[in-house]
Every structure is written in structure tokens, then in C-alpha cells.
């Protein structure tokens, strides 16, 4: 629903933005650099994923003879679990390694003589299709990856070759030649760099996919769960964190900090001295005060929680909230100077001289020249929260335990490392994904700042 | 200066009650002393006399703000907020929910974080100019190229990791120092360099990147050109011009820090089980120990107001042209 909103908000945006050649051009500029059009393909790859996850419907289970109202399974379901179908259900009973074919752990196994040993008991699902794993294992292992390779490239090449024709069409060119714009990298678009990306990209779906179905690509965690499956449903709950909480954090800043600079007076004092009180005390703290105070809340309301699901949800909101709270002083510090700033320009002077309201004023002309300040610490702020996700969960006032993050689960492989040998594969999987959504929000923020920060033009 | 020193500090005064005022309703509101005293004597089997006990005993039964049945002007003083206060600001922390002194707890693990975090801050200072100072060197060609492309990709690795790669890296692996722990005196310093080495790693990535931006700012200058006008070398531009002139926004933007450093660092304490207040604070969450977590949010604005004030000094310190009035 909140979902559903937010697209069309960011549709609106764009509808707007196309027709305003003014509010285009830094868009342009974005476009025209490597890094940022690099980043952005991942990005979207990335909320894909979450807004996947989002889709969430029940399953209607069989229909009864004697009843002819449909009953719906209590579980919830989201598009991408049906997706990814297989990797959802193949639990395994512990641990195993990336590709591995046997448990991680021995285990006493009755053989078919009627007598015992303890060894590595074969995965159930994890390479159940190899005849003999230990032989045919790494040949199996090469011929899909090629086989996923040849996908990819069939798919990479029908992309080309897609994008080459649009190209003609739209410059107005033979094909040939857009096809030399592309390669040379004459044209004003990066093409080389979008397609090598998004080539990559198809290369790691098509892998991933014809893998996984075979193998626990990433292992598996305590209870058996394939950890390559966590760390894609993790994308949500890094992704929501980072919207809601800056949904939560706008209307604050905005209103405040631009009330405040332009009004001034004991306005400005108050909304002034609210914003120090909150950023002196240690974020952190704070976060976890209000965190922890939830949670006693909910143990002594516990019929007003339900179920497992609707406390976890309770807390991601509440996480959000707090952090919202906590995080919007900086953006609300910028607005401020900068509404100072503006309604002693000379045209919001000319506005006030012909009568206009207040509130006409800051809607019409403030806010559209501070929107700049707004998108660029959105975005800057992104990451950090990202990131913030997970050092808060290793605290233990982050998310639900029960919800899949990133957080969760390093924190959960801080046991695992002290094994021997060593679990180290939940790790690793948290690592790479955060590293790689981050990087990249990093990267595209950058490249959204150097082109919307009238400073750096 | 002292007129305005004193200004500020008594502006503080406000924001502090506004803090406690904050921190009470969390704790207080939300969040009854009924219910605190069952979270701590456990959810099951308590009499109603075990609560009103744990209650006197700890003050907390008096009204929350207004004491309606008192007299006069112990209407406001007979509460539970203005007792918890008021001892705050003659940094009187009482005692914690499981009968500790909290202020000689915290004089104690002060030292430990402040021994982690003051190697921290001036090696990670020293090291991030250094590298900022070599980007800005080498502008605008490869090296400054793959030096900022290494600064976002270490910025974008979460600060656990560094420590969980670090922990296995040089203690799991190489052995080279212990895994976890603490120990007083010179025995300390086995202890304390691998947390402050992972520090100043984890600090590199954002520092140095932050810092190239301003030396870059500054080599724009004018006497910059004039320097370079006269014959200078470049090397001799970099290291007498503009490294003075860059350390206006680098210290005057690291003196905020400094006092904050007394609180020690939440995440790298507690992996590395030294015992400060960051652990503390840690475990005082995890065991909702409230009283420990509001004497330590309070400490912290204080030391944050204090950073600031240190800050607005600091300028006229390094730059004469400005007065504080």
C-alpha cells in the first residue's frame, strides 16, 4: 500500500520533471556520467528485488467440498518467494558449505547392511542429483555455469542488438552507425558502461539461478535455510529502513527547517533549540532508550501483538520512526540557512510586496528552490542508514530477530566464527550484498550531488 | 570571550533540561516505575509489598512531575523527575537499578576507552591528512583517481566487518595479538593496538575523502596562485600554504569530537571486551538497566554541548579574524 504510494509519488515526480526542461537538465547531466548510470542499473536491480518481496497475497488452499467460501493459508507469501520457490523450501538440516553436497556436521547414518557410522550425511537437496558428488561434483559445477553463461550472452545479445535499433531509430541513423556510436562511446549517453552493466548484471541471474537450483549457492545457515535466499529477502529490510525512515524524517525537516528561516523570531528559537536538545543526545542511545522501551511495552501488552509477524513489522516502524526522529536535524540545519538565505532574495521580496500569504510563498517559491538541498541528503543519507541497520541490530535494538537482515545475520555468524572450522559463509553473503548496495548508493549520490549542487556547476 | 563562554553555558542549561526531559519520558511515561520494578524482580510472583519496596528504595515512588498533595513549592521539587535530575547536573548519578554507584563506575572505565579512543582520533587524524594531502598532490590523475575509488569502496564497508576481518585476520590467523580483553598498566598496550589499528582503518575511508575535498578547496585559492606565482615548488605550496590553511576546517571540525571521546566506542568495546563505557552502556541496555542508560545519555549531550563551545573557541584560536561577541 505505503509502496504502491511511493511509486506513484516517484511517477508524479518524473511526469513533472520531463516537462520542465529546468528540472530536467540535472537529470541529464546524471545520465551522461559512467559511475552514476553504473550505479543507478544496480540500484534498480536492488529495489526490484524489494519491491518483489513487497507483493505480498496469500495462497488460497484447496477448496472444500462442503464449503464454497475459499480459505487463504496463514502464511504470506511475496511475488519473489514464489520466484525463487525452490530456494525457499529445500531446508536442509544444518549447516553446509557453498556447493557443498554433504551436511556440515557428522552424523551417525544407518547403512543399508543394518549397520552404523558416523560420517557427513548427503545433503537432501544440495546436489541430490549427482550420482557420485565427490567425482562428478566439479564437472557438474562447470557445465552449468557454462550453460548459464550462454544464456547470459544470448540474452546480452539480444539487448544489443534491441538497444542498437532503438538508437538508430531515435537519432535517426542506419543502424551501423549506432552501433559505432555505442561501441566508440561518441554518443552523450554512456552505452558501453550501461550494457557492460547490465551485462553483468544477467550474467550473475543467469548463474545464480541455474546454480541454485541445484546447490546451495551460499550454503546453509543453523536450521538449514539457504543463505543465498536470506540475504535477497535481506534486501527488503535494508531497503525499507532507508525509505521509511526518510519518509518519516522529510515532512519534519522540511516544514520546520524552512519555517524557521523564514518567519525567524521566537519561531525560529524554538524549532532551534528543539533540533540542538535532540542531536546532543548520542543517537545511538537514543535509539536504543526508545527500542528498548518498545519492547517492555509490548511484553506487558501482549494481547495488542498478536502474532510473530505484525511485532516484527511493529518494531521495523517504530525503528524507523526513531530514527527518522533522530536524523532529521542535520537536513533540518540546511533548510534553515538556506530559507534564511532566500527570503532576503530579491523576488521572494517582490512576492511579499504584492501580498502573497505566507504560506503561498514558502510552497511556491521556497520550496522548490531548496529541493536541490532535499534530494541530494536523501540520497547521501541512504547509505548511512544502510549501514546503520546493521550495527543497531548487532546492538540488539535493531530489527525483529525474527526478520531476515543484514545485521541479523553477522550478528548471528559472531557465533558462528568462533567454530572450528570456521562458518564462514552467512558472512561472507551479508558482507557482499551490503557492500555492493551501498557502494553503489555511494557512488550515485556522488554523481547526484555534482549534478544538482548549483556550486560544483 | 569569557563573557561569551559564559553565555553559552548558561544557554546549555535549557537544552539539558530539555534532554532529561526527553530521556524521563521515555523511561518514565511510557514506561511505568510498576512495570520496571516487575521487569526487575521478575515477571512472575511478585507481591504488591516487593514492588512498593523496590520502589522506595530507588525513589521512584513519588508522583512522575507534579506532587499535587505537597506544599508550596515542594509541589514541583517532590517528584520523581526533579529528584532523578537535579543530581544529574551536580553530576550525582546515584545509583543503578541493581544498587551500583554509577559515577565511581564511570570514573574507572573511563580510562580504558579514553586509552582506545584518544590513540584513535590522533592517528586517525594524522594518517587521514596524510592521505588527503597525497590526493591533493597528485590532483586529477590516476592515483588521485584510485585513491578516492578506494576511499567510497572502504566507506561502504560496514564498521563490523572491519573488526570481525581484523579480529580473524591478526589474531585467529597470525596470532600476533589476543583476541579479546583488557588488563591495567603496560600489559594494556598488546590489547590496545589492534582496536585502535581497526579504528583508524574503519576512519580512513570517509576522513581522507572528506579532507581531500577541503584541500582541494584551498589549492583554488588565490595565494595559492601567487605562491605558485612566485616559483614555489609545489611540494613547498602544499606543505606551507595550504596544509596551514586546511587545518582551520579539519581541527576546528575535529574539536567537536573531543570530548566525546570519553565515551569510548559502543560497537568496537564490546567486540574486543574492553572494559569502558561503551561496553557499559551496552550492557546496561541489554540488562535495561535504566538508570545507567540516562546517566550516560545525559553525559553524553553534555560532553557534545561542550564539544561545541570548545569548537566556536577554537576558531578564534586558529583564525584571529574572528571575534566571539
Known sequence: MLLFLLLAGVAFYAWRVRRREHLLQPWRRLMRSRSGMASAVVLLAFVAVGVLDSLHFRLPLERQANNAETHYSPEVLSVFDLLAGPLRKQLEKTYSAPFAVHLFTKETIELPGGKQTRDFPRLKYGGAHLRDPVADRAADIAVTAATGALYALVL????????????????????????????????????????????????????????????????????????????????????????????????????????????????????????????????????????????????????????????????????CIILGVTSWTGLCRLLRGEALKLREMEFIQAATAFGVGHFRIIARHILPNVMHIVLISIVLDFSGLVLAEAVLSYVGVGVDPSMQSWGNMINGARLEMAREPMVWWSLLAAFVFMFVLVLSANLFSDRVRDAFDPRVR | ?????????????????????????????????????????????????????????????????????????????????????????????????????????????????????????????????????????????????????????????????????????????????PISGFDGGFNALKFIVLPVVIGVVAGIGTGARWYRTIFLEETSRDYVRTARAKGLSELSVLFGHVLKNAMIPILTGAVVVIPLLFMGSLISESFFGIPGLGSYTIDAINAQDFAIVRAMVFLGSVLYIVGLILTDISYTLVDPRIRLE
Open chain 1, 156 to 319: 546480452c545479445a539480444v539487448m544489443t542488438a534491441l538497444l542498437v535499433l532503438w538508437l538508430a531509430r531515435r537519432r535517426g541513423v542506419s543502424p551501423g552507425a549506432a552501433w559505432m556510436l555505442i561501441r566508440h562511446g561518441h554518443d552523450e549517453i554512456p552505452w558501453r558502461t550501461l550494457l557492460a552493466t547490465i551485462g553483468l548484471l544477467i550474467l550473475f541471474v543467469c548463474l545464480a539461478a541455474l546454480l541454485s537450483a541445484k546447490y546451495h549457492l551460499l550454503g546453509t545457515d543453523k536450521v538449514g535455510q539457504d543463505v543465498f535466499y536470506l540475504a535477497l529477502k535481506s534486501i527488503r529490510t535494508g531497503l525499507m529502513i532507508g525509505t521509511l525512515t526518510t519518509l518519516v524524517m522529510l515532512p519534519f525537516a522540511l516544514l520546520l527547517g524552512i519555517m524557521a528561516g523564514y518567519f525567524r523570531g521566537w519561531v525560529d528559537d524554538v524549532i532551534q533549540y528543539t533540533y540542538t536538545t535532540l542531536s546532543s543526545i548520542p543517537g545511538v542511545l537514543l535509539i536504543a532508550a526508545a527500542v528498548l522501551i518498545l519492547q517492555v511495552y509490548m511484553d506487558s501488552n501482549q494481547e495488542m501483538f498478536d502474532t510473530v509477524a505484525a511485532r516484527a513489522d511493529i518494531r521495523l516502524l517504530f525503528l
Open chain 2, 1 to 177: 570571550m569569557i563573557q561569551y563562554i559564559i553565555r553559552r553555558i548558561l544557554y546549555a542549561i535549557p537544552i539539558l533540561i530539555g534532554v532529561n526531559l526527553i530521556t524521563f519520558a521515555l523511561f518514565f511515561v511510557v514506561n511505568t516505575p510498576d512495570n520496571m520494578a516487575r521487569i526487575h524482580l521478575g515477571m512472575k510472583h511478585v507481591t504488591p509489598e516487593a514492588v512498593a519496596k523496590w520502589k522506595h528504595e530507588r525513589g521512584y515512588d513519588k508522583p512522575l512531575l507534579w506532587n499535587g498533595a505537597a506544599q508550596g513549592e515542594k509541589k514541583a521539587t517532590d517528584t520523581i523527575f526533579f529528584e532523578k535530575s537535579v543530581g544529574m547536573f551536580a553530576f550525582d548519578f546515584g545509583r543503578s537499578d541493581e544498587g551500583r554507584d554509577i559515577a565511581y563506575d564511570i570514573r574507572t572505565r573511563m580510562w580504558p576507552s579514553l586509552a582506545i579512543a584518544l590513540p584513535v582520533f590522533v592517528i586517525g587524524l594524522a594518517v587521514n591528512v596524510t592521505f588527503a594531502m597525497l590526493m591533493a598532490f597528485f590532483r586529477a590523475t590516476y592515483v588521485d583517481l584510485a585513491g578516492v575509488v578506494l576511499c567510497v569502496a572502504m566507506m561502504s564497508i560496514s564498521g563490523l566487518f572491519y573488526i570481525i576481518g581484523g579480529q580473524y585476520l591478526v589474531s585467529k590467523l597470525l596470532h600476533l595479538t
